[in-house]
């Protein structure tokens, strides 16, 4: 998008943060699609980084992800945290989530290695609500958001370590969305290296679902699958705590595509 034709930039204070096709773009998404920079200090983002290392250095980078949507990730879907990381959380809960949202009690971390990437794609309904936001922690990125029905339709977002980016409502459902490669970083004219990047995304329940109600998000699998032998593979419940004892476990739409091909491969 560097290279075509006249560009509109939003001017923030400071550096500009979002940049689009046309002023009708940036007008549609100003309270759509959001960066706020230095939302986190530097001894937040360490204090996350130091909590979050260990769990990803027990995973591989992966290259062969189901839908083919990202190369050079690891993920996980994290429930517990330190004190000091939850007050971050609940900073994030207060900024870019209204009162009547709830949250997804599991926390998606993803970690893209420097050479990772992540396609366009259109996030899924079903598992995840209107509103989703990221804190980025290690090395800048580039989101580039493009309209489904008019590819002239875009928003690029620079992604600086320590901000935090919020999707609303048409920036999830009518645009993709995309971490652009290290060769193709650019911020108009301006050079983005992209080195490790880690994400770290909270994410509200599909509208009309709370804790405790019985009608939650589909799961990939059905509770138990029945093999060929006649003896049944479980699939465990998972509670989130204290405060949401009944709210059974909701992964992440490729969590849950990864689970099922990795089950039925091992079922004769």
């Not at 029905?149 to 009518?174: C, F, K, N, T, V």
């Not at 679902?209 to 998000?217: A, D, I, K, L, Y």
Request: aromatic residues 8%; contains cysteine.
């Amino acid at each position: 998008m560097a290279a075509t034709g006249l560009l509109a930039l939003r001017t923030l204070p400071g550096p500009s943060w979002v940049r689009g096709s046309g002023p009708s773009v940036l007008s549609r998404l100003r309270d759509a699609a959001v960066v706020r920079p230095g939302f986190l200090s530097t001894a937040e983002e360490e204090t996350l980084n130091r909590e979050l290392e260990p769990e990803l250095r027990r995973r591989r980078y992966e290259y062969d992800h189901w839908d083919a949507a990202i190369h050079g990730f690891r993920e996980t879907e994290k429930w517990r945290w330190s004190e000091a990381s939850r007050a971050i959380l609940q900073r994030v809960q207060a900024a870019a989530f209204g009162p009547g949202q709830t949250l997804l009690s599991s926390v998606h971390v993803l970690d893209l290695e420097a050479r990772g990437y992540i396609k366009p794609h259109v996030d899924s309904i079903k598992f995840c609500g209107a509103t989703i936001a990221g804190l980025s922690l290690l090395s800048p990125s580039v989101m580039r958001l493009v309209h489904t029905q008019d590819p002239g339709e875009w928003l690029e977002l620079l992604l600086e370590p320590g901000s935090l980016y919020i999707l609303r409502g048409s920036a999830r459902y009518d645009f993709s969305h995309e971490i652009l490669r290290d060769e193709e970083s650019f911020f108009g004219e301006r050079r983005i290296p992209r080195g490790r990047r880690i994400s770290v995304i909270c994410r509200s329940l599909p509208e009309g679902m709370g804790p405790g109600e019985s009608g939650q998000p589909p799961p990939a699998l059905p509770p138990k699958l029945k093999t060929a032998a006649g003896s049944y593979l479980h699939l465990p419940t998972v509670s989130f705590g204290p405060q949401n004892q009944n709210q059974e476990c909701c992964y992440s739409l490729l969590w849950q595509h990864r689970l099922q091909f990795w089950l039925q491969s091992r079922i004769k």
